[in-house]
């Protein structure tokens, strides 16, 4: 079975503040997918970042950095210099291969950036 | 502009009266997929489809109908809405290659009363 754990369930920063969002999943299959999505408080889902299973590499697109660690199992987003536009619910997703489509999601981290 | 249109963004009804939402892609993907997301939950898979005429149950199905009739298309209907059926309803497609994740619709919020 697959599962996302993102144990941190409200984060507050001031703004300017690095924050690292976590994010830990399972699953017993060797080629899978890791996502980040994003969602604003107008509701929508915006797509982040994917990785796949053989690709550890880390990532850095302007102030957003992810760091995908086979060995623990975590995919952890990091947003350095904070601002107030980063406020959204934050959440990471795993598919596998054998998944029946599906992308299976953490909780969510509501991120607050106070100014 | 690749994108899943949803509809409606906002509904309130009533329990028990049949309702549809409407979800339709312009990207000639292949795969569908209705998601309801509820608080402390994230999102939950309630049915797919991986082609024309080719649907199935995701992880909470119950209560809810899906039908496949053309590529574009993927309407959810709840026959009899109860009040556990308000939620925020996502409606995405896929090329099939999964790798490449889902595109989302904006999103329907659903009020059962």
């Known amino acids: 079975a697959q599962k996302v754990t993102q144990a941190q369930t409200e984060i507050s920063v001031v703004e300017k503040e690095d924050v690292t969002l976590d994010c830990v999943y399972e699953?017993?299959?060797?080629?899978?997918?890791l996502f980040w999505y994003k969602q604003p408080p107008s509701g929508e889902l915006v797509f982040l970042i994917r990785?796949?299973?053989?690709?550890?590499q880390n990532e850095i697109s302007g102030r957003y950095s992810w760091n995908f660690q086979k060995s623990t199992s975590s995919f952890n987003f990091t947003i350095t210099a904070s601002q107030v536009v980063d406020s959204a619910v934050y959440f990471c997703?795993?598919?596998?291969?054998?998944?029946?489509?599906?992308?299976?999601f953490g909780t969510g981290t509501r991120l607050t950036v106070i100014p | 502009e690749a994108q899943v249109t949803q509809n409606p963004r906002y509904l309130i009804t009533v329990t028990g009266k049949k309702l549809t939402v409407t979800c339709s892609q312009n990207?000639?993907?292949?795969?569908m997929s209705w998601y309801r997301q509820d608080p402390g939950l994230g999102l939950r898979q309630i049915y797919y489809s991986m082609n024309v005429e080719v649907t199935d149950k995701g992880d909470v199905p119950e209560g809810y109908k899906v039908s496949r009739k053309e590529k574009r298309n993927f309407p959810l209907i709840l026959e009899s809405p109860s009040p556990n059926q308000t939620s925020l309803y996502f409606c995405?497609?896929?090329?099939?290659?999964?790798?490449?994740?889902?595109?989302f619709g904006s999103g329907t919020r659903l009020t059962v009363v």
């Open positions: 997703a795993l598919s596998v291969v054998t998944g029946a489509n599906n992308l299976f």
């Open positions: 699953t017993r299959d060797t080629t899978y997918y």
């Open positions: 990207m000639n993907h292949e795969y």
């Open positions: 990785r796949n299973s053989f690709d550890e």
């Open positions: 995405a497609s896929s090329s099939g290659q999964l790798s490449y994740g889902y595109t």
